[in-house]
């Protein structure tokens, strides 16, 4: 039984990864040194060129990366990296199954943070820097990081705590107790987002524009979307990317659009990405989104609820002992082939959700020119590609190609 876990595992791993390598290559060789006619307005060939060189740099380095990703998973696997961190934390002496279950997830996040943190630091410093995107210091960088493990320990530690208490005491129902606990925590997380979290990386100031201020307030009364705060966000801090987003559920929706998106856009064009944000509420496609995951995730879950302390799992990552710690961890593995799958399913619903907000947004503000011309700015700011292969856009696309998305709103 453990020689058909290990070809699953193994075999997942592989897989992913060549799978994702010959996709990388399908998406260069389907850059095209013809510029799609939708944007020979905003493109010039100097532009388009340096468009196609970010795409390129970015896959390349990719190649890389995920090259030395896949290798430290296999070595850590075939290597019995797993037992000898276990072995190690058992001999502390805790004798807790949740202290011992928080020591070996936090070493191995740490592990993993300290191998990767070197292709952070280069894809920022080095490659968003040399295409013009950067605005991160070092000392942001690290002020990022010592904040993010500081929410682990404040809020993943209890959560996670929590987790591994209720499957060693409540059984076979274990994962049920388990399900609800996510997600609750993922509707509590909503305000704590909000007031403590966002704040924490990034500065918030009331919209001063009064023009474009007065603009958001009519669109929200005239189609009945109640809005608390409107708030420009310090995007700029970090990089001269662009975005937009709303939080908060009822009556407390916020909307915190980025500095560099008012720099970029004039504002229609804003409105007409706001519209759009604002279609995915009266869609319904946030309320389909949280059903879905949480249908997914109770799935996944009940999946689980088998694999605890199964012998022949742990039996390919040469453990000695069983626990439920170590048992939340191999699943994951195991469970890739099922969540590439799923990506798969929720990236399609994902493109199909995103054509239809883009509809809403010119149905509800009566042109779809603004957003065309917002969605071109983007796409030029951000050096975006404009051939992807459809099989890159299967696998990895949330959001439809933007000559797509411009097509469609033509019509």
């Not at 966000?233 to 407390?252: I, P």
């Not at 249908?295 to 000695?320: E, K, P, T």
């Amino acid at each position: 039984m453990d020689n058909i876990y290990s070809i699953i595992i193994i075999g997942a791993i592989v897989f992913e990864y060549c799978l994702s390598n010959i996709i990388r290559k399908l998406n260069l060789n389907a850059l095209h040194t013809k510029l799609p006619n939708e944007f020979s307005d905003v493109f010039d060939k100097e532009l388009y060129n340096k468009s196609q060189l970010y795409t390129q740099t970015k896959e390349k380095f990719a190649y890389f990366s995920s090259t030395m990703m896949v290798l430290f998973s296999l070595s850590i696997i075939l290597f019995g990296v797993y037992n000898i961190l276990d072995e190690y934390i058992l001999t502390l002496g805790f004798n807790a199954d949740i202290i011992n279950g928080l020591l070996f997830y936090g070493i191995l996040i740490i592990i993993s943070d300290l191998i990767f943190t070197p292709f952070s630091l280069y894809n920022i410093f080095v490659i968003e820097e040399k295409f013009g995107f950067n605005k991160m210091t070092l000392k942001t960088f690290i002020s990022d990081k010592i904040k993010s493990y500081f929410l682990i320990i404040l809020i993943g530690a209890p959560i996670t705590a929590l987790l591994l208490y209720f499957f060693k005491h409540f059984g076979d129902n274990a994962w049920i107790y388990v399900w609800i606990l996510l997600m609750s925590f993922s509707i509590i997380m909503q305000p704590i987002f909000i007031l403590f979290v966002a704040p924490l990386f990034n500065k918030f100031s009331p919209l001063k524009n009064e023009s474009l201020l007065k603009k958001i307030e009519n669109y929200m009364q005239e189609i009945k979307f109640p809005i608390t705060k409107i708030e420009v966000m310090d995007g700029s801090k970090r990089s001269s990317h662009s975005n937009a987003y709303f939080s908060g559920f009822g009556k407390n929706k916020r909307i915190a659009l980025f500095d560099t998106l008012i720099e970029s856009m004039d504002e229609d064009e804003i409105l007409a990405v706001l519209a759009h944000e604002v279609g995915h509420y009266k869609l319904k496609h946030i309320q389909t989104g949280i059903i879905l995951s949480a249908i997914q995730s109770g799935i996944m879950l009940f999946i689980l609820s088998f694999f605890i302390n199964n012998q022949a799992l742990f039996d390919v990552f040469h453990m000695n002992n069983l626990s439920i710690y170590a048992s939340l961890v191999f699943f994951s593995i195991l469970y890739t082939p099922i969540s590439m799958i799923m990506g798969f399913i929720f990236n399609y619903i994902s493109r199909k959700n995103e054509f239809e907000a883009d509809e809403y947004s010119s149905q509800t503000t009566g042109s779809p020119e603004y957003l065309i011309s917002a969605l071109k700015k983007l796409t030029v700011e951000n050096l975006g590609n404009l051939t992807p292969h459809w099989l890159n856009v299967a696998f990895n696309y949330s959001h439809p190609p933007v000559v797509e998305r411009i097509n469609a709103l033509k019509k």
